[in-house]
């Protein structure tokens, strides 16, 4: 009976927020930048990189229709590179690239075989980020219109030219000469940073990786990390809170103030996503937080998703299982893709848009129709039990 009143009170908070919240004004992250770069840099206002700012709003970090989305690839795939650095957070090796126009991207390198699979035996917090995972992940949230992972590309750089030549002092200390004659730097990390796990030019100073727009951090925006409350535990031995109780999200969740508005099913669209991707490793969740409360989560750092082809993990949709309400909208995205086939989909947006060629093994492909489907159960079995009414939330979001 107590369930049931909470429920009745979360539906009852989502439409109230709903209803504060349905006219906002749409606000951009230029409109936020501005008058910092007038002051300091007014000459920044003119260039690619301040139009593409005036694209991103706080329900979305892209518009893939707007003519400087395709700008803005072509130039995160082509650009020079101006400097490289090291990313200073962060359990593995990511390089800063500074291009031209004002323009800072995330680099992340090479390290497995498409055909790599994340051992059975290994912890999803040991795994190792994948580039191409990063570059199927962002096509996925294009193709499901939630436009939430910050637009990269793949892109082929010349290890010595590009980043050895380009970088600052502490990354170029890092850099040698493999016994196989390739162009080598380990950087620095707290893991795989290491001559053993070394990121290598294959062949020579041939290297591939993804690159995707660095958008504007502290000072200059502030920006809101919310710790998931179906954080995993990230220790060998121990669980995690929700893994131990299935009343987590009445006990905790739906308790919560911070969840009575977009938040609680935002984090459901991420569970969603995560699923289908096969991502673990979702600790925090990160949203804008200068845009204000009616602010989508940013879907960021999806290195170790499509790890395995072979294993679907339930658990990434504890969320969604427990909690039992889903966005219509999302739903409605979801079902509309299915029927056209998502693996095609994906397959066709991989292949048009790169220009490295087979992102995603067929296995995974086919792991991705898989996972809608289980998907699609989960929430089934959530209306059984709750109602269409009681599941699916028309709260205004496209």
Same mark, same amino acid.
């Given at each position: 009976h107590d369930k049931v009143q909470l429920r009745n009170y979360i539906h009852q908070a989502l439409a109230k927020w709903k209803k504060e919240h349905q006219n906002d004004k749409i606000v951009?992250?230029?409109?936020? %930048?501005? #008058?910092?770069?007038?002051? #300091?840099?007014? /000459?920044?206002?003119? *260039? *690619?990189?301040?139009?593409?700012?005036?694209?991103?709003?706080?329900l979305r970090v892209y518009d893939p229709r707007s003519p400087e989305f395709p700008r803005l690839l072509n130039h995160l795939q082509n650009a020079e590179? !101006?400097?490289?650095?090291?990313? @200073?957070? +962060?359990?593995?090796i990511k390089v800063i690239f500074d291009l031209p126009d004002g323009f800072e991207a995330l680099f992340k390198p090479y390290r497995v075989p498409r055909n790599y699979q994340t051992l059975p035996d290994h912890f999803y917090f040991s795994d190792i980020e994948r580039h191409h995972a990063e570059i199927a992940a962002f096509h996925? #949230?294009? !193709?499901?219109?939630?436009? =939430? %992972?910050?637009?990269?590309? +793949?892109?082929?750089?010349? !290890?010595?030219?590009? !980043?050895?030549? =380009?970088?600052?002092? #502490?990354?170029?200390?890092?850099?040698?000469?493999?016994?196989?004659?390739?162009?080598?730097? =380990? +950087?620095?990390?707290? &893991? &795989?940073?290491?001559?053993?796990?070394?990121?290598?030019?294959?062949?020579?100073? =041939?290297?591939e990786g993804s690159v995707q727009i660095l958008l504007p951090r502290p000072p200059e925006v502030e920006w809101h990390k919310i710790t998931h409350p179906y954080r995993r535990s990230y220790s060998a031995i121990r669980k995690a809170k929700w893994e131990n109780n299935e009343n987590h999200c009445y006990d905790h969740v739906f308790l919560d103030d911070d969840y009575h508005n977009r938040l609680l099913l935002d984090m459901m669209d991420l569970s969603a996503f995560d699923f289908l991707i096969g991502n673990l490793d979702r600790h925090h969740m990160m949203r804008i937080g200068s845009f204000g409360a009616n602010t989508a989560l940013v879907h960021?750092?999806?290195?170790? @998703?499509?790890?395995? &082809?072979?294993?679907d993990d339930l658990t990434i949709l504890t969320p969604i299982r427990q909690c039992c309400l889903f966005r219509? @909208? *999302?739903? /409605?995205r979801l079902y509309r893709v299915y029927r056209q086939g998502l693996s095609t989909l994906l397959s066709r947006s991989l292949e048009n848009g790169e220009q490295l060629k087979k992102i995603l093994v067929d296995e995974h492909l086919r792991a991705v129709d898989r996972r809608l489907e289980i998907l699609f159960e989960h929430l089934e079995t959530c209306i059984k039990t709750h109602t269409v009414k009681g599941v699916m939330i028309d709260d205004g979001i496209d």
């Open positions: 951009t992250l230029a409109s936020l %930048v501005h #008058d910092e770069l007038l002051r #300091d840099e007014p /000459a920044k206002l003119n *260039t *690619t990189w301040y139009a593409f700012m005036k694209t991103v709003n706080n590179i !101006i400097e490289a650095s090291e990313m @200073s957070q +962060g359990t593995q996925l #949230d294009k !193709i499901l219109g939630f436009y =939430r %992972v910050p637009p990269l590309i +793949g892109r082929l750089v010349h !290890i010595t030219r590009d !980043i050895h030549e =380009r970088a600052t002092e #502490d990354l170029a200390k890092t850099f040698f000469v493999s016994p196989a004659n390739n162009t080598c730097f =380990r +950087g620095h990390c707290s &893991y &795989y940073c290491d001559t053993s796990h070394a990121v290598c030019g294959k062949p020579g100073d =041939r290297l960021l750092d999806n290195g170790r @998703s499509f790890g395995r &082809y072979d294993h219509y @909208s *999302t739903f /409605a």
